[in-house]
């Protein structure tokens, strides 16, 4: 079944679940934990926590938990064995497989991967001596690309022939077709899919290359993008141009550029805002978005957001809501695309950035800007183009404060606006306009887009003496095991989660006993397991006593009236009521907490 568990172990052991989980999430240390804004559900709060040595992750928001390889498999969506295959890779570790079926959907992957690669490298050199690539060097030169440029983003050229990169490659027909790079034509010779195109290799987030967006000369016949078709390793919905590159720069400034070129994202990183990502061939989605917010808080879109009119209003103002997201828009002068501005005025394109403008400013500026403000009655026309516009937004807070800016600049009565229902925009007719170099232009059906996921549930917290001494057995077990045992938990769930950690050696361990037993007793140690604690051993482990004393004595009472000889029961109730009362004195309680252990645990008490 998948891989050997030593070599599994092997993988984890090896690998820094604070680097690991650290590429998705700006981790902050709090004493031993590590903690930041959870990846997996929306919050300002900063509720996922990570036990480093445990390596070990819980979110307090949504309950989201696991080990490393959870980790890695929920953020890049992949199978378990292909998480643990992708630590291996980075930990230098080579996997023995258990079964030959999962090892061959991995080697097929990898085969995809090392096509698409062959491919890239192929398409570069091209790129770099043909002959028959001058044109196309020609044309990135004017796009402001260097060669230092080509050479690091491995800029390619598909000659305007059949089957040349077929051919070329040492790749099985089946594998070529799969990994979009051919087709098998009419007659069933391979060809080859890209044709007379500049290629930018496209690379997943963590770096490999899975597919090309390809241009195509100007001048020349045919859609002027087309990108790679999906496949076992590309997803246009989820993939994101130079997310590979600038996934560090996003995190450290807390902010993602979207726009929708390649040229346009290394326009961005030559002018010093490295940052930028470009959809491929399609337009932003709800996944998109998603990824994006697991690395920042805030969204500059770099692109004619208001081309696509209300529909996208909806959408941007949905995932603001759901995903706790900032998005804004940059404020590029007319006309011009992030890569012109980039090559013309590097510092303009900066300052677009930092001068972004939130979405309901840059649609009602866009409104008003182009209105005339002569007379009242065309006054009066912008203040209701106006409205209609800021009404879309589902805040009513927000909604008044654009009010006021709309009567002022229309001169009109505040009040008057407030009373009043303004049409909706008009949605544009028949397919939304956008840029021209666009080749999929349809946004994601209504609805579909913005659906929320719901939330998984946390469990409710139980926060009892049972919880901290388990907490303790991860945290600091030496100081607490010696004296703990079975009897003195009263929760079942804390019990089994008890019983875990004393029968294994590691909480990753206990984790997966407990999980083949109870699952609130895996869910409850997953939780404490990144919850450190200063408690001081001794009083939780008095508070647990006393707990267990008292329990035991009302099950002594209820005995004394059932059974025939109360004075046998009686006398253990006197005794045990009056060690419960020295417990809690300062000057007996040493003793009490002794004995009470070895009676409550059935062991000697010189032992405890
Ligand atoms: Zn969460």
Not at 174 to 182: D, I, T
């Amino acid at each position: 079944m998948g891989i050997e568990d030593d070599d599994i172990a092997s993988v984890r052991a090896a690998t820094d679940v604070v680097g690991v989980i650290g590429e998705h999430v700006a981790l902050k240390r709090v004493g031993r934990r590590w903690v930041g804004l959870c990846p997996f559900h929306s919050e300002n709060s900063g509720s996922f926590s990570v036990n480093a040595e445990e390596k070990l992750y819980y979110c307090f928001g949504c309950g989201a938990r696991g080990d490393v390889i959870t980790f890695v498999r929920e953020i890049e969506h992949l199978d378990f064995v292909g998480a643990v295959e992708k630590l291996a890779a980075k930990a230098g570790i080579t996997l023995r497989y258990t079964d030959e079926g999962q090892g061959e959907g991995r080697k097929r992957r990898a085969r995809l991967l090392d096509a698409v690669g062959q491919a890239v490298d192929w398409y570069h050199e091209r790129l770099l001596s043909a002959p028959d690539a001058a044109p196309a060097r020609g044309y990135l030169r004017s796009r402001g690309l260097t060669g230092d440029d080509v050479r690091a983003y491995k800029v390619g050229w598909a000659p305007d022939a059949w089957d040349e990169l077929a051919r070329a490659l040492k790749v099985p027909t089946e594998v070529l077709v799969e990994a979009g790079l051919g087709f098998l034509n009419s007659r069933g010779r391979p060809t080859d899919a890209f044709r007379g195109r500049v290629l930018f290799p496209i690379y997943d987030v963590s770096g490999d290359p899975v597919g090309f967006g390809g241009r195509i000369m100007p001048g020349h016949d045919g859609a002027k993008y087309k990108n790679s078709v999906d496949s076992a390793v590309y997803n246009k919905s989820r993939l994101l141009y130079g997310l590979n590159w600038s996934k560090a720069d996003i995190v450290r400034a807390d902010e993602s550029i979207v726009c929708e070129g390649y040229t346009d994202v290394i326009g961005f990183a030559k002018a010093g805002v490295p940052r930028a990502v470009a959809t491929c061939g399609t337009s932003l989605t709800e996944e998109h978005v998603k990824l994006l917010r697991s690395f920042a808080r805030r969204m500059v879109l770099a692109f004619d957001a208001d081309a696509a009119g209300q529909n996208a209003a909806e959408r941007v103002y949905a995932w603001e809501r759901q995903y706790d997201l900032d998005i804004a828009v940059a404020a590029l002068p007319g006309g011009v695309d992030p890569a012109e501005l980039a090559q013309s005025d590097p510092g303009a394109l900066a300052a677009a950035v930092s001068g972004a403008k939130p979405f309901l400013k840059f649609r009602l500026d866009r409104v008003l800007d182009a209105a005339h403000l002569d007379t009242p009655e065309q006054r009066a026309r912008a203040a209701e183009a106006a409205m209609a516009v800021v009404q879309e937004h589902p805040s009513d807070l927000v909604r008044d404060q654009y009010l006021m800016e709309v009567a002022a600049r229309c001169r009109v009565d505040p009040d008057q606006l407030r009373n009043r229902r303004f049409e909706p925009a008009k949605k544009p007719e028949g397919r939304p306009s956008r840029p021209a170099h666009r080749d999929e232009s349809e946004p994601p059906p209504r609805g579909s887009a913005v659906r929320p996921d719901a939330p998984r549930r946390a469990a409710l917290p139980r926060d009892t003496a049972e919880t901290e001494a388990l907490r303790l057995m991860v945290w600091r077990r030496d100081e607490i095991a010696p004296w703990l045992d079975e009897s003195l938990f009263a929760d079942a769930v804390s019990a089994a989660a008890y019983r875990a950690l004393i029968s294994t050696a590691s909480v990753a361990d206990a984790i997966s006993a407990a999980g083949a037993e109870d699952r609130e007793a895996e869910d409850l140690l997953q939780r404490v397991a990144v919850e450190e604690t200063d408690a001081e051993p001794r009083a939780v482990l008095e508070r647990l006593v006393d707990g267990a004393a008292n329990r035991a004595l009302s099950t002594l009472k209820t005995q004394a009236r059932v059974v025939d000889d109360p004075f046998e029961v009686g006398a253990s109730i006197a005794w045990l009521s009056l060690r419960i009362m020295e417990l809690r004195e300062p000057d007996t309680n040493e003793v009490a907490l002794e004995q009470l252990l070895g009676w409550l645990t059935g062991r000697p008490e010189e032992e405890a």
